[in-house]
C-alpha cells in the first residue's frame, strides 16, 4: 500500500528565515509526486510535480526535490503570504490516477 | 487548467438526511475524482467518476452511502445519504489538468447535527 508521511506536522518561522519541508513516502512504483498548498477553507492549489529521483522544480521562493524514498520542499526567504498547509501526495503505477496524500505540514510565517 | 465550481460551499445537515454535492468543469474531462477531508485530517479519495459507467470506489467507502452520477464529460454530483456526525467532513471533486497535475474545487464543508 502507498504511504507518504510528512514533517514536520507545524513549523513556526520568522519572515526571512529559510527551512525544508520532508515528505517521505513508499510506492510500488512511482508515476508522480505532487506538492499542493492549501489555504484555510479552500481547496487544494497545485505547485509541482515531480517524476524521477534527481528532479527539481522551482516556482518564486519555493524548490521540490525529489529522490527515491523523500521530497523536499524548499522554503527561500518566505513571506507571511507563505503561510499555508503545504500537502505532498504520490501517485503508484497500480493505484491507477488515485493521490494518496500525507497529512500535511503547517507553515506559519510570522512578520 | 481547468477551473472547477463546486456547490454548495457548506451545509448544515440533519443526522438521517442526504446531501448532494455539485462539481461542474470549464471543460471536457474523462475521470472526475471525489475526496474527503475530514477535521484535522487530509485527503482521501472516495470514488473515482467515468462519464457512461460506474463509478469505482476505494475501500471503505460504498456506493449506497455516497453515489455518484456522471451525466457528461463536464459534470458530476456526489451524494452523501443518511448521514451522520462522522460524515462531517470538506469534501472535494478533483480533475486531472494535461501534464500539471490534478486541479480542485474550492470544496463543500459539510457539518452534520
Known amino acids: 500500500e502507498d504511504q507518504v508521511t510528512q514533517s514536520p506536522e507545524a513549523l513556526r518561522l520568522q519572515e526571512g528565515e529559510s527551512s525544508s519541508l520532508n515528505c517521505s513516502y513508499t510506492v510500488s512504483g512511482l508515476r508522480g509526486l505532487f506538492w499542493y498548498r492549501q489555504d484555510p477553507g479552500k481547496g487544494p492549489e497545485f505547485l509541482f510535480t515531480l517524476y524521477s529521483a534527481g528532479e527539481e522544480k522551482e516556482k518564486e521562493r519555493l524548490k521540490a526535490t525529489l529522490t527515491k524514498k523523500e521530497s523536499f520542499l524548499h522554503i527561500t526567504a518566505p513571506k507571511p503570504e507563505d503561510s499555508a498547509t503545504y500537502l505532498c501526495?504520490?501517485?503508484?503505477?497500480?493505484?491507477?490516477?488515485?493521490?494518496?496524500f500525507g497529512q500535511g505540514t503547517r507553515l506559519t510565517i510570522n512578520p | 487548467s481547468a477551473v472547477i465550481s463546486q456547490k454548495p460551499s457548506r451545509d448544515i445537515c440533519q443526522r438521517g438526511t442526504s446531501l448532494t454535492i455539485q462539481c461542474q468543469v470549464d471543460?471536457?474531462?474523462?475521470?472526475m475524482f471525489w475526496y474527503r477531508q475530514q477535521p484535522g485530517q487530509s485527503l482521501t479519495l472516495i470514488a473515482t467518476?467515468?462519464?457512461?459507467?460506474?463509478?469505482?470506489?476505494e475501500s471503505g467507502f460504498v456506493i449506497d452511502k455516497f453515489p455518484i452520477s456522471r451525466p457528461n464529460l463536464t459534470f458530476s454530483t456526489l451524494t452523501v445519504s443518511n448521514m451522520s456526525p462522522e460524515d462531517s467532513s470538506i469534501y472535494l471533486c478533483s480533475v486531472r489538468t494535461g501534464n500539471s497535475g490534478y486541479t480542485f474545487g474550492s470544496g463543500t464543508r459539510l457539518t452534520v447535527v
Open positions: 501526495a504520490v501517485q503508484g503505477i497500480q493505484g491507477a490516477q488515485k493521490l494518496v
Open positions: 471543460s471536457q474531462v474523462t475521470m
Open positions: 467518476a467515468n462519464q457512461g459507467s460506474e463509478a469505482t470506489y
